[in-house]
């Protein structure tokens, strides 16, 4: 019998092993992809039972383009003083959540880039307001490299400018800035965004706190598949170092390829063609599947409709994804580097379920349900 067929066959039993690095490069390598999605499909019925895809009425906003840190794939940020910087003020926030109010949303994912120029009392007031006008939409805020960023310019610790974003009514720290755990990687492409140890560390602290938070993987960089499951290893390794302390750890991972128009990296790629950079549909599906066998210890894995569109999307919901993602409404970061969707409305991703043959679930930033929502897709789509 070949490796790959004996690996996946030892994953099919009630409660396999934990995968080892090896076993999940072989796996990744060499499995057909029929195969490798029907066991991440079993494996997501063993963590996920039920017919249900579960999806999350957000919005996006990004309150500032602001950055000092470069990264060779973002084509987000500027740079101080540059003609088309912004920071928003807490109203033009507060109208974008109030529109979201309006669709029956529960959550807003803020991010921006790493702005010299914002003081931590403006960070603070921001979150104070924002909680205090809209107590039931839940603040998803920042990522690790803006908390390292509001650390170095308050001189605290991240651990205490957490803690005060917490009291001032943050409720989770989004995963963005993980990209690739594998500081061979990370410093080739963002050599100003500080180890993968930092990342791991403030992620560590935020769930010391009991925020939210999920994890994320960007990959395409040209790094090997080795690569790829040392990411997942570190990912793996802390939620058990968190699980065993009693706390919730990351509620999901997502993974997408990098985007390559309008940034360094993607120029480079086209005038030299020296590295294959991004990555297909069918290795995205690879990828989701493989991630999906070895997060033993993640309960949710989302499918990510924005950089794939949501054919592929839909395909991932049977390689081991039990979650869509969200509405969004708007998206600045990623659409900036060449993918052409920037929301979606209720309707199409309760349809997208649907036709792939799940039931939708409306669900909150913790995983809590919300509503079952079917009448909806009437009224979008
Ligand atoms: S990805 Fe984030 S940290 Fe990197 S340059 Fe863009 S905004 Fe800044």
């Known amino acids: 019998m070949s490796l790959w067929r004996e690996i996946l066959e030892s994953q099919m039993g009630p409660s396999p092993a934990d995968l080892t690095t090896d076993e999940a490069v072989a796996i990744y390598s060499d499995s057909p992809l029929y195969d490798l999605m029907f066991v991440a499909s079993e494996r997501r019925k063993a963590l996920v039972p039920g017919n249900n895809v579960t999806y999350l009425v957000d919005r996006n906003i990004n309150y500032t383009n602001v950055c000092t840190i470069n990264c060779q794939f973002c084509s987000f940020y500027r740079s101080p003083g540059h003609i088309e910087s912004y920071t928003q003020s807490v109203d033009q926030i507060s109208s974008k959540i109030a529109e979201l109010e309006e669709i029956g949303g529960s959550r807003i994912l803020m991010q921006g880039g790493v702005n010299p120029d914002l003081p931590f009392s403006w960070y603070i007031s921001l979150i104070e307001e924002l909680s205090t006008r809209h107590p039931e939409i839940a603040l998803d805020c920042f990522s690790p490299i803006e908390i390292e960023g509001i650390a170095e310019i308050s001189g605290i610790s991240t651990f205490e400018v957490l803690s005060r974003l917490k009291d001032a009514g ?40 009991g925020l939210t938070t999920s994890a994320t993987n960007v990959f395409g960089f040209g790094e090997s598949i080795t690569h790829r499951i040392e990411h997942l290893e570190k990912i793996r390794a802390l939620q058990y170092t968190s699980n ?89 970061v990623v659409s900036a580097s060449g993918s052409t969707r920037t929301e979606a409305t209720i309707g199409e991703l309760t349809k997208t379920i649907i036709e792939a043959g799940y039931d939708p679930l409306k669900r909150d930033s913790d995983y809590n349900i919300l509503a079952h929502q079917p009448e909806i897709i009437a009224l979008n789509s």
């Open 244 to 332: 065993s302390r009693g706390l919730v750890g990351f509620t999901s991972f997502i993974s997408w390829p990098v985007m390559l128009e309008n940034n360094t990296l993607g120029k480079m790629n086209r005038g030299t063609n020296l590295i294959e950079l991004g990555a297909g549909s069918i290795e995205y599906l690879r990828h989701v599947a493989v991630s999906r066998i070895f997060l033993s210890n993640i309960p949710h894995i989302q499918a990510s409709w924005p950089t794939m569109g949501l054919p592929v999307a839909q395909i991932a919901l049977s390689a081991g994804a039990d979650d869509i993602g969200s509405t969004m409404m708007e998206e600045n």
């Open 170 to 209: 943050m409720h989770g720290l989004p995963g963005g800035g993980a990209e690739m755990l594998v500081d061979q990687v990370r410093m080739g492409v963002s050599p100003k965004k500080g180890s993968s140890e930092n990342w791991l560390r403030v992620m560590f602290e935020a769930q010391k706190l």
